[in-house]
């Protein structure tokens, strides 16, 4: 097996067998050999430099019905609350003195925030603070629609392609969303000229090496800015309440293998894996991430953007906590730096006609 990760670093590439071969042949020995390379490819590119943005979860309420997410809309047990122009100003303002130079708008698809409202909240955020990076993560949307919130400011996009297979997407997802549709998004998005991230649950319900194996010839084809990947974990009141939650050991197996793969992309050390375990955070930088996204989210909010049980939001989760994550990262030897941390992944790096060759088929126009 080590002989595969070898080939991985060497040419970024991997075939579906062994994609497969390696995944389910992973031991804990071949996982340190795989940490090793990622953390000399991450030091390669990236330093012992880990960049932080901050995390704004403007609104809970959501028109879809995801079947892993807390805030679907068939969960009526959720507090529903969006927050205003003001409110989410005041969070940028806070996150600013704080150190942070990227803020990240992420919420439910809420019909509220119409593309005219969001416009203006968009252009509001970059006249006040033009030094920092304004990334959304905010759902589906026509193109259109996400050009004009390029055109008026917004930088970066996050949308999860969740799962690449069809038959695995339908599993975790009404008949209303499909696979092909999120991926033309993300194809859009690129287009339309924003930092794109994707990324998927590990350990998903029905989630098999298989199906790993195609996420990463996926996130191959798109080569994302930044890929954001953590544990799925069941939340109460969904119908994957009784489903078994991601391991550890896996995401950080498949950050490792990421990291090899897509050497220049932003790799967060998500919130997820920090609620899986106490020190997921820093085993997640220790597998090749650098990127930690603390919740910049008025504190009386964040228990109601539950996305699944238990979630971490105190602490080093939390802005006002970035001194306590600091601290966590030095003891690893990595440091947190306060600029605006663009990818090193570059338009050049994208070749669109190759990206869209087997993206035309479907009617489900974006
Ligand atoms: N509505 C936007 C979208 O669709 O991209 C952003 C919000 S959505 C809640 C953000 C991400 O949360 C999803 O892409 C999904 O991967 C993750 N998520 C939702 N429920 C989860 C769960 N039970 N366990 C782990 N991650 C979950």
């Given at each position: 097996m080590r002989e595969l990760i070898t080939k991985l670093e060497e040419t970024g590439n991997l075939n579906q067998t062994e994609w497969i071969a390696l995944i389910n042949g992973r031991t804990p020995k071949l996982a340190e050999f795989l940490f090793e390379r990622a953390r000399a490819v991450r030091h390669q590119y990236y330093g012992h430099d880990v960049y932080i943005r901050g995390l704004i979860?403007?609104?809970?309420?959501?028109?879809n019905d995801c079947y892993?997410?807390?805030?679907?809309?068939?969960?009526?047990s959720v507090a529903r609350y969006r927050l205003t122009e003001d409110e989410i100003l005041d969070c940028c303002q806070t996150g600013y003195r704080l150190g942070f130079r990227t803020f990240v708008l992420q919420g439910g698809e809420?019909?509220?925030?119409?593309d005219k409202r969001m416009a203006v909240l968009i252009r509001a955020i970059k006249t006040r603070f033009p030094d920092c990076a304004l990334t959304l993560s905010i759902g589906e949307k026509f193109r259109e629609s996400y050009k004009l919130f390029h055109d008026t400011g917004a930088d970066r996009y996050l949308l999860r392609?969740?799962?690449?297979?069809a038959n695995h997407y339908r599993m975790l997802h009404p008949a209303s969303l499909s696979a092909i549709r999120r991926q033309k998004c993300l194809f859009a998005l690129q287009e339309t000229g924003y930092q794109v991230g994707s990324g998927f649950m590990v350990?998903?319900?029905?989630?098999t090496a298989e199906y790993l194996a195609e996420d990463m010839l996926f996130l191959k084809q798109l080569n994302p800015h930044m890929v954001g990947i953590g544990p799925f974990i069941p939340h109460h009141a969904t119908p994957f309440a009784m489903e078994k939650a991601g391991t550890l050991e896996l995401t950080l197996f498949m950050l490792g293998l990421l990291r090899l793969m897509l050497p220049k992309t932003l790799l967060p050390s998500t919130t997820a894996l920090a609620t899986i375990h106490p020190e997921g955070r820093k085993m997640g930088i220790l597998a090749g991430a650098n990127v930690v996204m603390p919740n910049l989210s008025p504190q009386e909010n964040r228990k109601n953007y539950s996305l699944y049980d238990n979630k971490r939001c105190m602490g080093d989760e939390a802005a006002e906590g970035l001194a306590i994550l600091t601290q966590e990262m030095e003891e690893i030897g990595y440091h947190i730096v306060t600029t605006r941390g663009d990818s090193l992944v570059t338009i050049q790096d994208h070749n669109q006609e190759l990206n869209l060759k087997d993206f035309t088929g479907g009617n489900e126009n974006v």
């Open positions: 979860e403007f609104t809970n309420y959501c028109r892993y997410c807390g805030i679907r809309c068939s969960n009526a809420d019909a509220w925030f119409t392609h969740e799962t690449y297979n350990g998903s319900p029905g989630q």
